[in-house]
């Protein structure tokens, strides 16, 4: 019963730090991760890449080129070596998210971190919303990655684009 924490005054486990929500959530608290690699000669020691999109869909063809093995047919997830190797890497392709549309799925105690259940993430661009395409959230990473300020009314045509494609 997560809301007891809540209710107690004490933190629930777990910790998103500054980011907006909690694991449940489609906010960055929920689903934003850090990746720590290691491989002597090969990775950079001591490294911090705060520019690459690195989502779980990206660990197979990523390890295949590492290791000299073709990445089979089909995958969704791009390879992104170049970013363990030192140099950042651009995503092709969006990256979509899907939680809590049905009844009974775990959701946070403290209802300010509910997200709606369908996420976009494009660029510097986070798109949230509800399966009906209401509760449109529209969020800018780069200047805002503690998703504060919802531009959905601000930039009607990127809400659109991202709401189309998600």
């Known amino acids: 019963d997560w809301p007891k924490y809540y209710k107690q005054g004490w933190t629930p486990p777990g910790f998103a730090g500054d980011f907006r929500g909690r694991k449940w959530s489609l906010y960055e608290g929920g689903i934003r991760m850090p990746f720590i690699a290691r491989w002597p000669g090969k990775v950079p020691a001591g490294r911090t890449d705060d520019k690459t999109i690195f989502a779980a869909i990206d660990m197979l063809p990523t390890l295949c080129k590492l290791v000299g093995l073709q990445t089979p ?59 009906d ?5 529209l969020y800018n990473l780069v200047a805002d990655q503690k998703e504060t300020r919802n531009l959905a009314a601000e930039e009607p045509e990127i809400a659109g684009r991202l709401s189309r494609q998600l």
């Open 133 to 137: 395409g209401s509760g449109v959230e």
């Open 73 to 131: 047919a089909g995958l969704d997830g791009q390879d992104v070596s170049a970013a363990l190797l030192g140099q950042p890497v651009k995503r092709k392709n969006p990256i979509f998210w899907e939680y809590g549309r049905r009844d009974g799925y775990l959701k946070p105690g403290n209802k300010d971190y509910w997200s709606p259940p369908l996420a976009i993430r494009d660029g510097e661009w986070k798109l949230l919303m509800n399966q």
